[in-house]
């Protein structure tokens, strides 16, 4: 398994739900970019699943060593790279909070996800689980910036799948509402509209081996999104969102 984004909480369980399952790794690459946190985690997966993992540096926010990861091959890749960036109050105007939030979440990621793409292109099988957000299928006042890099992701990830389909590689692209992260750390979430970690993998790893094509972590925000989505524009820039 190949994992972007390694630190995220979400990554994490997904990576422990997949081996508490039963799943089979020779090796689990660690994509990082603060290596020296994610060897804990692999620590914990050698004591807890005697599972074998390898550490690689990853900064999207720096220039990608594509060299560093050339070598690695594998048929299920998990993606939970992302970059909130300041909200618009304090970032709109800001060139380098909005430079890192585009980079982050789409145009660096991009290159990336397509690298893989290609080898999973050529063995003709794979899966590729890449988190977005509901974020992306409307722009809001309060996130437009971190929103519209992530509609790219979505539409580019739509993309994918329809050219990998007949190739027999997966595509899953994953539409988590408000997480229980350190992301969201100290925003004020509702509860009821909130997912912990562990439940998101759950539901990732069901939608995965169900071959779904687009999943929300909580059913409950398709309805939601269905609803802002169809809002009339006259009406929807008046509101506060």
């Known amino acids: 398994m190949i994992v972007l984004g390694s630190n995220s909480e979400v990554a994490q369980a997904f990576v422990e739900e997949c081996l508490a399952r039963g799943e089979k790794f020779s090796t689990i690459y660690l994509l990082s970019s603060n290596p020296e946190t994610t060897e804990k985690f692999a620590g914990h997966l050698q004591v807890k699943f005697l599972q074998n993992s390898e550490i690689i540096h990853f900064d999207l926010m720096k220039e990608i060593d594509y ?32 430079a890192q939030i585009i ?33 992306g299928e409307r722009g809001r006042q309060s996130n437009f ?33 408000f997480m229980d992260t350190k992301m969201t750390e100290g925003l004020p979430l509702n509860p009821a509209l909130t997912a912990t970690p562990k439940k998101a993998a759950d539901g990732i790893y069901k939608a995965y081996k169900n071959k779904k094509d687009v999943a929300y972590v909580l059913p409950i925000w398709a309805i939601i999104m269905m609803i802002i989505r169809n809002i009339p524009e006259f009406i929807f820039k008046k509101l506060k969102l």
């Not at 091959?73 to 380098?96: I, M, R, V």
């Not at 789409?106 to 974020?135: C, D, H, Q, W």
């Open 103 to 135: 980079d982050v979440n789409y145009a660096k990621l991009v290159p990336v996800l397509n690298f893989f793409a290609k080898k999973m292109e050529s063995k003709r099988t794979g899966t590729m689980i890449v988190l977005s957000s509901v974020a």
């Open 67 to 98: 060299k560093s990861f050339e070598n690695i091959n594998s048929d299920l890749l998990f993606c939970a790279s992302g970059y909130l960036g300041l909200g618009t109050e304090e970032g709109l105007y800001d060139d380098g909070n909005t």
């Open 145 to 177: 910036i971190y929103g519209s890099a992530k509609a790219g992701l979505i539409a580019y990830l739509s993309g994918l799948r329809n050219y990998l389909f007949d190739k027999k590689v997966q595509v899953l692209t994953v539409k988590p509402g």
